[in-house]
């Protein structure tokens, strides 16, 4: 599980498949396929499963708020709380018996070009969130202020942010896949099962984290001074 990527398709050297590519491929498929279902399947006396997706997102939307407000929470919920729900499914796809295992299927934020992916859409999202909410005029003084000279400084904070958002979601899994391997290999029995149980805790802050994060950010890039 820690080793690096393997392919499993090979296309030009351009687009090879690998096995994290596949999990994800599924885990969109899955997503989709659920929220078709759900979206034709709405009671006004919910059910089981939609008593708990609506209780889950009353959590995310009081989680965004504390950071963004209810107003501007309600308006990128959509954005944020897809991050969160395709990074704790990623996360948690390692736990399933044998992905890891196999080089055809692979937690998705075990590898560092798809958390990096989410870092690149994360940046473009929070510029574009920016640009909207204080205008062009707006969002270069943001740059520039107090003084010109802070320019490349805060040019480059906002690089570094999607960096470390998928560095630490990347290394936090990654870390947590490698030791699971070490246990199969040292103790098959009794020691992984503590740690798997660990991980259905830790797969789950890491998306709170991560979310956590962007919502911060969004409010630094869309605060408009009165």
């Known amino acids: 599980m ?6 499993v398709i090979p296309l030009f050297g351009v687009l090879d498949i690998t096995g994290e590519i596949i999990t ?16 034709k399947h709405l009671k006004e006396r919910p059910g089981k499963l939609q ?7 009353e959590y ?18 959509y954005f ?3 991050l969160f729900i395709f990074i704790i499914f990623a996360n948690y796809s390692g736990l399933i018996p044998g992905v890891g295992l196999t080089k055809y299927l692979k937690a998705p934020t075990s590898s560092l070009s798809v958390t990096a992916g989410l ?15 204080k205008g062009i005029k707006g969002y270069i003084k ?4 107090p003084i010109i000279v802070m320019l490349p400084l805060l040019a480059l904070d ?13 290394g936090n899994i990654f870390g947590e896949e490698a030791v699971l391997e070490n246990f199969y290999e040292i103790l098959p029995i009794g020691a992984p099962l503590v740690m798997m149980a660990l991980s259905l805790l830790f797969c789950a802050l890491q998306a709170i984290v991560y979310t956590t994060l962007v919502s911060i950010y969004l409010d630094e890039g869309t605060e408009v001074e009165e």
């Open 80 to 82: 944020l709380g897809s």
């Open 158 to 170: 906002e690089l570094i942010k999607p960096v470390s958002l998928s560095l630490r979601l990347f």
């Open 60 to 77: 995310l939307d009081n989680s965004f708020s504390e950071n963004l407000g209810r107003t501007r929470a309600r308006k990128y919920f």
């Open 51 to 57: 008593n708990i997706i609506e209780t889950g997102i």
């Open 24 to 39: 994800m491929w599924l885990i969109i498929a899955i997503l989709a396929a659920l929220s078709i279902y759900l979206g």
């Open 2 to 7: 820690g080793e690096s990527s393997e392919v």
């Open 119 to 133: 870092g690149i859409c994360t940046f473009f999202f929070l510029q574009g969130a920016s640009v909207r909410a």
């Open 142 to 145: 943001h740059f520039i202020s």
